[in-house]
């Protein structure tokens, strides 16, 4: 199963050059990485990122994550995935740009 997180580009950089993160100011904030299913995905981007360009979605598998992945009620009382370790390069199963189009997020095809 793969999840998801949305980067704003300064932030993918960051990943990519120091090869890890700890996340965004909200994940430091909370004290882990948020991370949305492919049906949380578009309501994360509407809500958390309404009318930001220049982002980019980042899908991760799960199951490799292990004990670090814990799943925890969150927005409208469903589990989301929550990360409780840095997120590494070597974790991306792949990346794509999340483009902004008429006010709404462009979401590649291959997300399932």
């Known amino acids: 199963m793969l999840i998801y997180k949305i980067f704003r580009a300064a932030e993918w950089q960051a990943l ?3 090869g890890e993160t700890a996340g965004a100011p909200v ?3 909370d004290g ?4 949305s299913t ?3 995905a578009r ?3 509407a809500k958390h990122f309404a009318g930001e ?3 980019i979605l980042v899908a991760v598998e ?5 004990d670090a992945l814990k799943w925890e009620v969150s927005r409208g009382g469903a589990d989301f995935p929550h990360l409780y ?3 590494r390069i070597k974790d991306v199963a792949w990346q794509d740009d999340l483009p902004l189009a008429g006010g709404t997020h462009l979401f590649p095809d291959r997300m399932i």
């Open 16 to 18: 990519v050059s120091a």
């Open 27 to 29: 994940d430091l904030a």
């Open 32 to 35: 882990f990485i948020h991370f």
């Open 38 to 40: 492919a049906q949380q």
């Open 43 to 45: 309501e994360t981007a």
């Open 53 to 55: 360009d220049g982002l």
């Open 62 to 66: 799960a199951a490799p994550l292990g």
């Open 85 to 87: 370790r840095n997120l």
